[in-house]
């Protein structure tokens, strides 16, 4: 990745080396190229060193063309900055700017960097606390909402004493944590109906269906505790319409294959 930008010094001009080529014949075109020189080494990012690519040194030509500069020009150029010793040459003909740490602003990208660090650090800060926040809301949302469930389980509905009671009646093993027979059981409760309700309600359609063949299948949850609840509470003793007796309609009612 290439710098930026390089640091050059306003005191340059004063320098006894830049001074004596200014005076030469070519002197101005001689600092285009050593400034140029400069920005090349920037751009290439690596410790000075000035290449096409790691086993590609640049030529005269290939400067002269990059420069737009003629070739002798560029040839002539080289030849003094490395006699001034502002320039190197290495064997593999790899150009390397002499003392490339005076023309890096270190200071000022020291400064990024530490900037750079201390912004990703507050971001990924503000990320862990957000990730902090959105777990304990969530742990707090789904604890309150089970407590809530639990505490209304054990303190109003008491799913257990109904399906026991309903097991202990027909000889069944239903469970109370049926997440279907809670369904039926609450929705109602909510209607307001009591635990001796549905203990009524089952022992109505026990008296009715209990030894009957064909509507002793129906003494479960979903049918007992369904919507038609209500109207099996109003059965007076046991007393059933020939409407509701009717096993081939209920079947029907309730999807169940007959």
Same mark, same amino acid.
């Given at each position: 990745?290439?710098?930026?930008?390089?640091?050059?010094?306003?005191?340059?001009?004063?320098?006894?080396?830049?001074?004596?080529?200014?005076?030469?014949?070519?002197?101005?075109?001689?600092?285009?190229?050593?400034?140029?020189?400069?920005?090349?080494?920037?751009?290439?990012?690596?410790?000075?060193?000035?290449?096409?690519?790691?086993?590609?040194?640049?030529?005269?030509?290939?400067?002269?063309?990059?420069?737009?500069?003629?070739?002798?020009?560029?040839?002539?150029?080289?030849?003094?900055?490395?006699?001034?010793?502002?320039?190197?040459?290495?064997?593999?003909?790899?150009?390397?700017?002499?003392?490339?740490?005076?023309?890096? !602003? #270190?200071?000022?990208? +020291?400064? /990024?960097?530490? =900037? $750079?660090?201390?912004? &990703?650090?507050? @971001? %990924?800060?503000?990320? *862990?606390?957000?990730?902090?926040?959105?777990?304990?809301?969530?742990?707090?949302?789904?604890?309150?909402?089970?407590?809530?469930?639990?505490?209304?389980?054990?303190? !109003? #509905?008491?799913?257990? +004493?109904? /399906?026991?009671? =309903? $097991?202990?009646?027909? &000889?069944?093993? @239903? %469970?109370?944590?049926? *997440?279907?027979?809670?369904?039926?059981?609450?929705?109602?409760?909510?209607?307001?109906?009591?635990?001796?309700?549905?203990?009524?309600?089952?022992?109505?359609?026990?008296?009715?269906?209990?030894?009957?063949?064909?509507?002793?299948?129906?003494?479960?949850?979903?049918?007992?505790?369904?919507?038609?609840?209500?109207?099996?509470?109003?059965?007076?003793?046991?007393?059933?319409?020939?409407?509701?007796?009717?096993?081939?309609?209920?079947?029907?009612?309730?999807?169940?294959?007959?």
């Amino acid at each position: 990745m290439s710098v930026k930008w390089i640091k050059l010094s306003t005191q340059m001009f004063e320098d006894e080396k830049i001074r004596l080529i200014e005076s030469m014949p070519e002197g101005d075109t001689i600092l285009i190229i050593w400034v140029k020189l400069l920005a090349q080494a920037g751009k290439t990012n690596a410790s000075g060193y000035i290449y096409l690519s790691e086993n590609i040194p640049y030529t005269d030509e290939m400067l002269a063309t990059i420069f737009n500069r003629p070739l002798n020009v560029v040839r002539m150029a080289l030849k003094i900055l490395q006699e001034f010793g502002m320039i190197g040459i290495s064997n593999e003909h790899l150009i390397i700017i002499t003392n490339w740490e005076k023309h890096q !602003n #270190i200071e000022g990208m +020291e400064r /990024v960097r530490k =900037l $750079n660090a201390e912004r &990703n650090k507050r @971001y %990924r800060e503000r990320k *862990k606390q957000a990730t902090l926040r959105e777990d304990k809301n969530d742990d707090v949302s789904v604890t309150s909402r089970d407590d809530a469930d639990i505490d209304k389980d054990i303190d !109003n #509905i008491p799913y257990v +004493e109904i /399906v026991t009671y =309903l $097991n202990n009646a027909v &000889n069944t093993n @239903y %469970r109370h944590t049926t *997440k279907k027979t809670k369904e039926f059981i609450k929705a109602r409760w909510n209607e307001g109906f009591r635990l001796e309700d549905f203990k009524t309600v089952i022992n109505i359609k026990c008296k009715e269906w209990l030894f009957n063949e064909n509507m002793n299948k129906f003494l479960r949850p979903e049918t007992l505790f369904g919507t038609k609840f209500e109207s099996y509470l109003n059965q007076k003793g046991g007393a059933i319409s020939e409407k509701d007796n009717d096993s081939r309609k209920i079947a029907k009612e309730y999807n169940i294959p007959f």
